[in-house]
């Protein structure tokens, strides 16, 4: 075998490792995107949501079908962090709501709850997941939230830990914030 023939034999088999490489990339990819669509189909067929680009969104905020049940607490960590941080009651009362909404210890969303009562989320976060909370009561589809109980697990976050030892006052900006969660819930709702 010629110098020559030994180096187009190792360009060849360079440029197959390459287009192999390629090629594992490219059905990672799709078999990527083909769970990215099974997960929007079941998360549309538990919020009653069709519109694929809402979907999108919820998966662009992290959500799965396994830590959808969160969605309806976003609001009420976003009330817990109203004052600068989330007080030891208000974190009780998150994980009580959080077991109340089936969310188990340990489980995938717990740990993003925890993750979220450590951790403040974006602004951002916030203001989406209230659209699609808003959005999820406009359709009106078979769902286990409700305005006026979220505006009410607001409220009790609010109390928790507020006025004279703790017991009974909302501050000012726990009262701006609950206003415009109620305001916006209760105005785009079926």
Known sequence: MTEK????ERGRSLEED???KKDRELIEKMREAAA???DRQEMGARTGLSDPELLK???DLGFTPDTLALLPLVPVIQMAWAEGGITAEERTLLTNLARKRGIAAGSEADRQ?????????????FTRARRLIAAILAAGGQTDIN???????????AYASG???????????ERALLDSIAAELRTRRG
Do not use: H, T
Request: glycine share 6%; aromatic share 12%; charged share 30%.
């Open 5 to 8: 023939d030994i180096f187009a």
């Open 18 to 20: 390459y287009f192999r």
């Open 36 to 38: 990215a669509e099974l």
């Open 57 to 59: 969104d919820l998966q």
């Open 113 to 125: 709850l925890a993750a979220w009562m450590d951790n403040r989320p974006d602004e951002s976060a």
């Open 147 to 157: 305005a006026e109980d979220l505006v009410k697990y607001c409220e009790s976050i």
């Open 163 to 173: 006025g004279f030892l703790g017991i009974g006052r909302i501050s000012s900006e």
